[in-house]
T-cell receptor, first 110, second 114 residues
Framework: QQPVQSPQAVILREGEDAVINCSSS?????VHWYRQKHGEAPVFLMI?????EQKGHEKISASFNEKKQQSSLYLTASQLSYSGTYFC???????????FGTGTRLTVIP | NAGVMQNPRHLVRRRGQEARLRCSPM?????VYWYRQLPEEGLKFMVY????????ESGMPKERFSAEFPKEGPSILRIQQVVRGDSAAYFC????????????FGPGTRLLVL
């Protein structure tokens, strides 16, 4: 039931782009993206509902393909502040709770 | 508007003692979720509660763990007779409506069992 994220880790230089993928073997109602910095709470980034949405948040955007049960998070022109671990959380159809992926550790270096 | 509050932020217990973790949801939120996170791992769902009701406890260990969300006061996650394997960060999240709404996380309680 836990979604699978890829890659597990990525290192970027400032200004570079990255894509983080999240896939599930179950039918999904929604996908939620969070960023967590070391020792801190996860911070909500965005929610995507079924219907093939794509949303944007400054230079961070995401897409959700419900037919493929996949979501991707796009980070463009990365900044040092983007460093952290990114988690996708999925609401499966009929479930009451979020299932979180294993996380993608993103490190942005100068 | 205060966010989700958790206390204590750090808790040290010896094996066999009890740990009580508290969570006050955001104002206007009546749905609370508890998650456990081991070092370098993801968030594992434990339990979902509404006021005075446990909605889903499918992620809770069968023994020693319990949770409540009384009509008045914070939600409490209780771990009896703690063992070293209980050492983890415990996060609480809240949402305004049922199930599929955005969940907002508290700062977490880091439990260390000696």
């Amino acid at each position: 039931q836990q979604p699978v994220q890829s890659p597990q880790a990525v290192i970027l230089r400032e200004g570079e782009d990255a894509v983080i993928n999240c896939s599930s073997s179950k039918a999904l109602y929604s996908v939620h993206w969070y960023r967590q910095k070391h020792g801190e709470a996860p911070v909500f980034l965005m929610i995507l509902l079924k219907g093939g949405e794509q949303k944007g948040h400054e230079k961070i955007s995401a897409s959700f393909n419900e037919k493929k049960q996949q979501s991707s998070l796009y980070l463009t022109a990365s900044q040092l502040s983007y460093s952290g671990t990114y988690f996708c959380g999925t609401y499966q159809t009929g479930a009451n709770n979020l299932f979180f992926g294993t996380g993608t550790r993103l490190t942005v270096i100068p | 508007n205060a966010g989700v509050m958790q206390n204590p932020r750090h808790l040290v217990r010896r094996r066999g003692q009890e740990a009580r973790l508290r969570c006050s949801p955001m104002k206007g939120h009546s749905h609370v979720y508890w998650y456990r996170q081991l070092p370098e791992e993801g968030l594992k769902f434990m339990v979902y509660l509404q006021k005075e009701n446990i909605i889903d406890e499918s992620g809770m260990p069968k023994e020693r763990f319990s949770a409540e969300f009384p009509k008045e006061g914070p939600s409490i996650l209780r771990i009896q007779q703690v063992v070293r394997g209980d050492s983890a960060a415990y996060f609480c999240a809240s949402s305004p409506q049922a199930g599929r709404e955005t969940q907002y996380f508290g700062p977490g309680t880091r439990l260390l069992v000696l």
